[in-house]
């Protein structure tokens, strides 16, 4: 309570607080804006019998439910910087600028990954209201209407995207991560208001079992997100002139958790994939492409293999992204160039195979509780029996990584003013 007076107390940070706050409101204003020609009641049924989409709605930071102009949230920027990261494997031009050349570089692979971001908007946009109307969701339109119905949808994913920038700027936390987290919120009262309304006495074991499991899995997300292996690392004395310099003792943090919720969003893109791929053959062949609708309805009902095989792709995934975005050979020669080595190893190729090493083992703990957070829904509902409640994993693990983030970033800011007073 001291803090939070303490945060209203300074104008400044004040200020960029209420400015967070505005944003967010004008996100929310915007995503309550539907597109027209809108089915209410197949709409609803559409999203509480496809899961997977239920997922998106989460990156779209609710939008996608209610088909707002913003439907499509900031998914296509975040799909658009995956694509860019994988990128990087392949250009090493790529790699250097997003790796090596600092702050410019990066700013140079945001305008990169905001560029991708327009056909990949407008690419889901079609496919995705293609897909509402072969399910009735939406009344069928015109070459012109679907025309404009892409352009606004691409123009409010845009829209968003500056809006998370914009948050981004004043510092108190990640934009887009802000975003997703406050469509997540939004549908607390909404949730809270369903499982009161489906409550009956006989069901009080139940909930009492959901509060306590709730309580168990905010507290395992909260203790893996900020879990990390340290490996001792020590620097040996140089001299420089007459100045002793080095003979000191740190340590590399390396998280359990690297890749963030980057896996769970790569293997939904890929379960997502047939689907919209069913979409675009009917174009060519309605027939063939009713055929493969119906094999991929099949599929996302059959909940323990659906399951199964996204858990196994959130750990494959895990494995890939720490891969592409985690180098232990650049980190060897780094410490080795700053004169660093780890206690009893070989500095060079022995350092990378020691990390590598390390790096494997911890992130196989983080994979299963990655692919365990995935399927978290499926398990509650299983194991409670009850539909409305379910404990979404993947949201979770949003909301308690960007709250830790704004809290973190806000104590580094009430730091430093108290240091500028100090002085």
């Known amino acids: 309570m001291t803090k939070i007076i303490q945060i209203f ?23 309550a804006i539907p597109i027209p020609g809108i089915d209410a009641a197949k709409l609803n049924e559409f999203f509480s019998s496809n899961q997977l989409f239920g997922f998106l709605n989460i990156f779209s930071g609710g939008g996608l439910s209610n088909l707002s102009v913003m439907m499509l949230g900031v998914g296509p920027y975040i799909t658009a910087t995956i694509i860019m990261q994988l990128l990087t494997i392949i250009f090493p031009q790529l790699k250097k600028a997003y790796y090596e050349e600092g702050a410019e570089g990066r700013i140079k692979f945001n305008r990169y990954s905001r560029y991708l971001t327009v056909p990949l908007a407008g690419l889901q946009a079609y496919g995705f209201l293609n897909l509402l109307i072969s399910r009735q969701v939406l009344e069928h339109l015109s070459p012109v209407t679907m025309l404009s119905n892409i352009l606004i949808i691409t123009a409010g994913s845009l829209l968003l995207t500056w809006i998370g920038e914009l948050i981004s700027e004043y510092k108190i936390g990640n934009g887009i991560s802000l975003i997703i987290f406050a469509g997540i919120v939004s549908r607390l009262p909404q949730d809270v208001i369903s499982s009161i309304l489906s ?16 309580i168990v899995v905010v507290t395992g997300v909260t203790f893996i997100n900020e879990g990390e ?12 002139g007459n100045k002793l310099y080095g003979g000191v003792s740190t340590y590399l943090p390396l998280r359990v958790n690297q890749a963030g919720v980057i896996p769970i969003i790569f293997a939904l893109s890929f379960l997502l994939f047939p689907q919209f791929l069913a979409q675009a053959i009917s174009a060519v062949s309605p027939n063939l492409s009713l055929y493969l609708n119906e094999l991929v309805s099949k599929f996302f009902n059959n909940v323990p293999i659906y399951s199964l095989i996204y858990f196994v792709l959130v750990v494959v995934f895990t494995y890939f992204y720490t891969a592409i975005t985690f180098d232990p050979k ?48 499926y398990l509650t509902q299983m194991i409670t029996g009850i539909q409305a409640l379910t404990i979404g994993g993947t949201a979770l693990l949003i909301v308690v990584a960007v709250a830790l983030e704004v809290m973190k970033q806000i104590e580094s800011q009430l730091t430093i003013r108290e240091y500028e007073g100090i002085i």
């Not at 409550?199 to 709730?214: D, Q, S, V």
């Open 229 to 240: 292996r340290k490996i001792p690392i020590s620097y040996a004395k140089q001299v420089r």
């Open 199 to 214: 409550y009956t006495p006989t069901a009080l074991p139940t909930y009492a079992a959901f509060i306590i499991l709730a």
């Open 330 to 377: 650049e980190i060897s020669k780094n410490l080795q160039q700053s004169g660093g080595f780890i206690p009893g190893v070989r500095p060079g190729r022995g350092t990378a195979q020691i990390i590598q090493h390390i790096v494997n083992r911890i992130t196989l703990s983080g994979a299963i509780f990655l692919g365990a957070i995935a399927i978290l829904p």
């Open 9 to 31: 107390k300074i104008p400044d940070l004040r200020k960029k607080i209420l400015m967070v706050v505005f944003l967010l409101f004008v996100f929310r204003l915007l995503a």
